[in-house]
């Protein structure tokens, strides 16, 4: 069975903390992606990765950075977490671009 | 800027009953996808379509792509408690990114 798994399913930090968010995939996939999902608001794409050692911008990278040593973990880190980057945070992964698989995600507080 | 407008935002209807949502858009997308999502999980995929007029079901669920391909439905034929969830669309765009619709919120009461 495919497997996306990420590092915690809670986090609770303080502004200004250093945040670390793993995820790990199982299916040899090139692709992987980072997300945050807020009510009313959708998906919005922080980071992807299309090889190893390889990121790309997407649509909101501000505040975040992004680390892909080895092909099944992609990290996001928030440099400096702000009590706006409280969110749900989506990892999926993929062959191509559609078929995406997701990880149960990341429920982020900052204090 | 590409958009996913998705209505309604939300619905909740009794067991048993018959239910469309949209996702609609004045662009025109490679593919068309749909994801299902429970409370506190990640989205799980349940179809892609990627021809002007496709039509695939997948038990009760029937999903459309528009002639045009700017625009899908879902329908759902006797809906049940299980069917209950965020349901996403997402559309393909560049190369590496889809463009996410804000989800339609479904309650199926029993």
Known sequence: ?111 | TQLLEQSPQFLSIQEGENLTVYCNSSSVFSSLQWYRQEPGEGPVLLVTVVTGGEVKKLKRLTFQFGDARKDSSLHITAAQPGDTGLYLCAGGASNYQLIWGAGTKLIIKP
């Open chain 1, 1 to 111: 069975d495919v497997k996306v798994t990420q590092s915690s399913r809670y986090l609770v930090k303080r502004t200004g903390e250093k945040v670390f968010l793993e995820c790990v995939q199982d299916m040899d996939h090139e692709n992987m992606f980072w997300y945050r999902q807020d009510p009313g608001l959708g998906l919005r794409l922080i980071y992807f990765s299309y090889d190893v050692k390889m990121k790309e911008k997407g649509d909101i990278p501000e505040g975040y950075s992004v680390s892909r040593e080895k092909k099944e973990r992609f990290s996001l880190i928030l440099e400096s977490a702000s009590t706006n980057q409280t969110s749900m945070y989506l990892c999926a992964s993929s062959i191509v671009r559609d078929s995406q698989f997701f990880g149960p995600g990341t429920r982020l507080t900052v204090l």
